[in-house]
């Protein structure tokens, strides 16, 4: 049973860089594609970013081009998001996510769903 743990959450002020980690244990990461998923308060959770394992392939959505960048390391199977410019706008609970064979395309990023494995959330606070 894959399990994801999040980390790297907290208060940071506006135009901060923020690097998120998630770290997999329990289970071959070789076919996973990770998903980086943000709630804002009081809206829908939304996708930012696929990455997949396999390959290295990576999408990201329309919201977290140019600020949003993702990177791993395997010998620590963990996968990072890392925020720069960090704006209001970007608070929230982050997630990642894993699914066995997802393709990395905005479709499948739409269907949070498909992603079987979570972690519990980091929560990111930007304020002054």
């Known amino acids: 049973q894959l399990q994801l743990v999040e980390s790297g959450g907290g208060l940071v002020q506006p135009g901060d860089s923020l690097q998120l980690s998630c770290t997999a244990s329990?289970?071959?990461?070789?076919?996973?594609?990770i998903g980086w998923f943000r709630q804002a308060p009081g809206k829908e959770r939304e996708g930012l970013s696929m990455f997949s394992l396999s390959d290295d392939n990576t999408y990201y959505a329309d919201s977290a081009m140019g600020r949003f960048a993702t990177s791993r390391d395997n010998a620590k199977k963990t996968v990072f998001l890392h925020i720069n410019a960090l704006e209001p706008e970007d608070t929230g609970v982050y997630s990642c996510a894993a699914g066995a064979f997802i393709p990395i395309s905005p479709l499948w990023l739409q269907q949070p769903g498909r992603f079987h494995f979570w972690g519990q959330g980091t929560e990111v606070a930007v304020s002054s």
């Open positions: 329990g289970g071959t990461l070789n076919y996973y594609t």
